[in-house]
């Protein structure tokens, strides 16, 4: 069946992110002068401003800073997947990606919960990289 | 631009066919970029993430945010231009209210509105020679944390209402002690709580035991909203609290008024509030009878 859903937009920026989620990896930028590791990417390092920059691969692992539980559809393709959940993942190297908890009742989701990453190859070209109970 | 004598009179309009339209729904929708990739959409999620934060920072969730719903509400009930007039809510409606984006229920969240404001602004000499009685600017701050939902690691706040607040109470020099009603941008029951919190009203966790037994209502020690604000009066952005602080100190508000008519003590000083962007800015004005 033909996926419906919305797909992210590639630009320079993002492209070496979700080129990684094809091949199961999550990978940010991390500036080479004060260590942060940033997201979302960007040509300079927010809190620096340095352009020396490289990717690391991240571990998967985090936990759940937020969440929140869909009980309506504003997007029809969704609707199937009702009640779901979208949640902000804290990651272990510190990037907050904003994702959806699965494997999961909503009910059983909280915050600070430890997750680890999975990935769900939804085209050709995107796997998307969601968050299951670690 | 008035005090340098480059205009007379300011205009400041708001208009909107946000219900019967689809345009509102559509600015929301395409609002948050690749988001919609997990299927987060509209202005709740970012508002729902930080409420969820929120409840596990502090004490809070649907059994404070119900006072805000329900009490705005009651104003609402006096108050014709309202949507919500002639609809009474109590705290089981409230509960019984089907959840949208949780911990967010129908009734946490504001209205869509047809219609628009208009707030005219001049001197205080000219504004002597009008008709009405003027409301006075005492004092105005503004305070953007710029940081988007997503990636905040502050969504418990405090809001810019915290700095935009302390600026505003400098310039006119007061203190929160002085403020007799808040019109607070209320574009979700929570807002409100965590932007009366940010300000100083209470401390964190403490919005239930403040907001309980009536606190915002007619007859309450600190009127809230008095037209029924976006919950229930009418979503007209930071016009919805700005024209209902101005009118009620014009002494136009009817049924709803501040003063003997609501058991409320006649009002000298109101605080209002806007905010944009999921909470990444936010302005605070402070009003006084002219």
Known sequence: MEYNKPLPKLNADSKPFWSGCREHELRFQKCNKCGLIRWPPSIICPKCHSRDVQWIVASGRGKVYSFVVYHIAYQPAFKDDLPYTVAIVELEEGPHLLTNIVNCSPDDVSCDMPVKVMWDDVTEEFSLPKFEPA | ?290
């Open chain 2, 1 to 290: 631009m008035l005090d340098a004598g480059l205009c007379n009179y300011v205009v400041i309009s708001y208009g909107h066919n946000a219900f019967s339209s689809d345009s509102m729904m559509k600015m929301l929708m395409d609002f948050g970029g690749d988001d919609g990739v997990f299927g987060q959409f509209g202005a709740a999620s970012g508002y729902a993430m930080a409420a969820r934060r929120a409840m596990h920072t502090f004490h809070t969730g649907p059994e404070t945010w119900k006072h805000i719903a329900v009490g705005e509400r009651k104003w609402a009930n006096l108050n014709p231009r309202a949507m919500m007039y002639k609809r009474k809510m109590t705290f089981e409606d409230y509960y019984n209210s089907r959840p949208l984006v949780e911990p967010f229920r129908l009734y946490d969240n504001c209205l869509m509105t047809d219609g628009g404001r208009a707030i005219v602004i001049t001197t205080e000499e000219r504004a002597r020679d009008l008709k009405h009685r003027p409301a006075v600017i005492m004092g105005m701050g503004q305070h953007n944390t710029a940081t988007a939902v997503n990636y905040s690691t502050h969504l418990a706040g405090p809001t810019g209402a915290k700095k935009s607040g302390e600026m505003a109470l400098s310039m006119a020099e007061i203190t929160l002690d002085d403020i007799d009603a808040c019109e607070i941008y209320d574009c979700f029951t929570y807002t409100v709580e965590i932007n009366l919190q940010s300000y100083g009203f209470f401390g964190p966790g403490e919005g239930e035991d403040w907001l309980k037994g009536g606190t915002i209502e007619p007859g309450g020690r600190m009127p809230l909203n008095t037209s029924g604000g976006q919950l229930s009066e009418a979503y007209f952005m930071g016009l919805t609290s700005l024209s209902e602080a101005a009118m009620q100190l014009m002494g136009r508000c009817g049924d709803r008024q501040l003063g003997p008519e609501t058991n409320t003590k006649a009002p000298e000083i109101i605080l209002c509030s806007d905010s944009g962007g999921v909470s990444r800015c936010h302005s605070s004005f402070i009003l006084r009878r002219g």
